[in-house]
């Protein structure tokens, strides 16, 4: 039942070459920054990744983006990653966007073992009736489109069919957690690390603070030990360094 794991790279050090990740966090809040940066060392590419976004120039995920180890993203917001930009306009990344609420629930999806379910969000855009660009080719034409997905109406409404998300892995940080793996997220860091952690496999959590079983209330426990595979109890100095995407502050009085 001790989930512990001695580090980081330990804990990442069977991330095979061309594996699929989800990976918690929402903008930089609550992303797995320990874990990303373990797995950026060890080498490995042609990861796929889904994610709300994909980090900044030269921080969580862009980190191993940088550094080209990341072939397909599925995510809803890419705005704050100028190497993503580039790399997604010259045809070296492949890219599916989704709407946010659909990400969120296709991650809870299979996470719960629900194959596809039936949502009114993108119908009659591209997300449904296809034509997105996946890929683009080096002269800017698009090399892979998306396909259209099934639709369907209940109740005199439109609906396209979205299908649940499962990954070989998934990265996700917690602000508390036990040996066991029941983890407390604080705050924004819930919005989407639970439903990362669900959908892995095998799914690896990173803990500002580790507490011995029973040091958690039950009732406060946001994702149940059974959906953990690993723990890595952070430092002080690690749990501390935590960054955002911009510092806004209002202008000082006299």
Known sequence: MDKVVASAAVAVSDIPQGAS???????????????????????????????????????????????????????????ENREFERQYLSGELEVELIPQGTLAERLRAGGAGIPAFYTPAGVGTPVADGGMPLRYAADGSVAVASQPKPTAEFDGRPFVLERGITTDFALVRASRGDRHGNLVFDKSTRNFNPLAAAAGRVTIAEVEELVEPGGLDPDQVHLPGVFVQRVVALTAEQAADKRIERRTVRRQEG
């Open 21 to 79: 990740l989800a990976v918690g966090g929402f903008g930089l809040c609550g992303i797995p920054s320990v874990l990303i940066a373990a797995l950026a060392e060890r080498g490995v590419g042609d990861l796929r990744v889904v994610s709300n976004n994909c980090g900044v120039d030269e921080w969580g995920l862009g980190l191993l983006l940088g550094a080209g180890r990341i072939s397909r993203v599925t995510a809803s917001y890419v705005g």
